[in-house]
């Protein structure tokens, strides 16, 4: 018996936007929610966005590269911890 497979969209993704900055928007969509100028605090606002409505984090780096992050909390440190030009 096969089960149907579900979307899923409860992730919130930091992504860079030339000459924008850095953006959360729902994974999936190509509506930002909101804009910073550094990926700090790109994911300081995610965090609490994530921890608010309990999805999973994802941050997409300059290069490409995806960064997923089940806890919130490690995204925060993780981005501390980064060069600001990933």
């Known amino acids: 018996m096969?089960?149907?497979?579900?979307?899923?969209?409860?992730?919130?993704?930091?992504?860079?936007?030339?000459g924008k900055g850095w953006g959360v928007r729902r994974q999936g969509s190509d509506k930002i929610i909101k804009?910073?100028?550094?990926?700090?605090?790109?994911?300081e606002y995610i965090v609490k966005?994530?921890?608010?409505?309990g999805t999973k984090?994802?941050?997409?780096?300059?290069?490409g590269k995806f960064q997923k992050f089940d806890n919130a909390m490690r995204a925060l440190s993780y981005a501390k911890?980064?060069?600001?030009?990933e």
């Open 2 to 18: 096969a089960e149907d497979k579900k979307e899923v969209k409860e992730v919130h993704e930091l992504v860079f936007i030339e």
């Open 35 to 43: 804009y910073f100028k550094t990926k700090i605090e790109g994911t």
């Open 49 to 53: 966005v994530s921890g608010n409505q």
């Open 57 to 63: 984090v994802v941050i997409r780096l300059k290069n």
């Open 81 to 85: 911890g980064a060069k600001e030009d």
